[in-house]
Structures are given as C-alpha cells and as structure tokens.
C-alpha cells in the first residue's frame, strides 16, 4: 500500500530552528513536495524535491533520500507566523499526490 | 504566477438542497483539477481527480451521484453537492496542474455548512 508517515504535532519556541520529518511509501516516486496549510486556509506550496540533496529557500529548507523514502523540512528563525500545518505529498507512478496527514506546528513565545 | 479562485467562500443551505461550487484557473490552463474536502483537524481528502472534455475519476467511497463534477473547460470545474445533508458540511477545496510540473495550485476553498 501507499504510506506516507510524519508527526501529528511539534512545538518550538520563536527564535529557534524546527525540522519536520516526513517518511513515505508509494508505488513509484515523481517528487516530493511540501505544502503549508494555516487554520481554516487552503495549503500553499512550500518546496518540491525530485532529486537527492538540499534545496533551500529563504528560512525553509527541504531534503530528500530517495533511497531512504525520507524527507524533511527545515524551518529556521521561527516565527509566530509559522504557526501551521505542514503537509508532506509525494508523486506517486501515476502523478497523483498522495498526502500525509500533516504536521501541526506549534511556535511558543 | 498561477492562481485558482473558488466561489462561494462560504455557503450555508439548508438540508436536502443542492450547493454548486466553482473552481477557476485565472491566469493559465488547467490540464487537471482536483476536488479535496477536509475535515476539522483532518488532513486532505482526494475526491475526485477531473480533466476538461472527460468524466471524473471518484476515489473509492465518494459518491459520484451526489457529488457531481463538471469539467467544462481547461480553466472551469463544478463541483455540485446533491441533496446535502448536515454530515457533507466540510471545507472542501480545488486545485489545479499545469502540465509540467504537476504541482498543485489550490484555491482558496469553500466552506459549506448544511443546517
């Protein structure tokens, strides 16, 4: 079956820097992406990783190991702002996005 | 850029009516558009996947009867709830693909709440 792993809920302190992992099994790989998804909001797109390595971005960061069907997200200096979810989703064979449940952030003062 | 616009934002109807809901790629051409509904708390649920000129593809265990989407154009789908019922109250959300790459351009969502 297809499976996509990642903690249901983290907490940080503003300021300070939070990595949130993300493990999958799909029937095939066509990338990896992560979204943010504020309360009561649709998700906005925050990375996409199809090859091995880091991508960074600003605060965020994103890595990938396809050989370990492993992922996460770095997110550097919090802000109260981040206070969200994050959704890891993998392109399976098809193209389809099979999504996590997310990871609700919480970012204390 | 790549927009998606979603009308209504937020609808309440009364229980046995029907809700249509839309989505629109403003600023390109849609080759996929995909209807998600989530729950409070809850992560994203694929609906249905819809290509323009062909009928929808339901995920397992959503009605296609009472879910009805209409993919008229490469930058309008329809969404329409049938006969709702309290427990169809959700937030339900579309996005779209360019042809490459197949990230997902989410519009805003719509919240329906059916009394």
């Known amino acids: 079956g297809q499976n996509i792993d990642q903690p249901t809920e983290m907490t940080a302190t503003e300021g300070a820097i939070v990595q949130i992992n993300c493990t999958y099994q799909t029937s095939g790989f066509n990338g990896l992406f992560w979204y943010q998804q504020h309360a009561g909001e649709a998700p906005t797109f925050l990375s996409y990783?199809?090859l091995d390595g880091l991508e960074e971005k600003g605060r965020f960061s994103s890595f990938l190991s396809r050989s370990k069907g492993y992922s996460y997200l770095l997110l550097k200096e919090l802000q109260m702002k981040d206070s969200a979810s994050y959704l890891c989703a993998v392109g399976d064979s098809n193209y389809q996005l099979i999504w996590g449940a997310g990871t609700k952030l919480i970012i204390k003062p | 850029g790549a927009v998606v616009s979603q009308h209504p934002s937020r609808v309440i109807c009364k229980s046995g009516t029907s809700v249509k809901i839309e989505c629109r790629s403003l600023?390109?051409?849609?080759?996929?558009m995909f209807w998600y509904r989530q729950f409070p708390k809850q992560s994203l649920m694929l609906m249905a996947t819809?290509?323009?000129?062909?009928?929808?593809?339901?995920e397992q265990g959503v009605e296609k009867d009472k879910f009805l989407i209409n993919h008229a154009s490469l930058t309008l789908s329809t969404l329409t709830v049938t006969s709702a019922h309290p427990e169809d109250s959700s937030f339900y959300i579309c996005s779209a693909t360019k042809r490459e790459p197949y990230e997902q351009y989410f519009g805003p969502g719509t919240r329906l709440t059916v009394t």
């Open positions: 819809s290509n323009e000129g062909s009928k929808a593809t339901y």
């Open positions: 990783n199809v």
């Open positions: 600023d390109f051409q849609a080759t996929t």
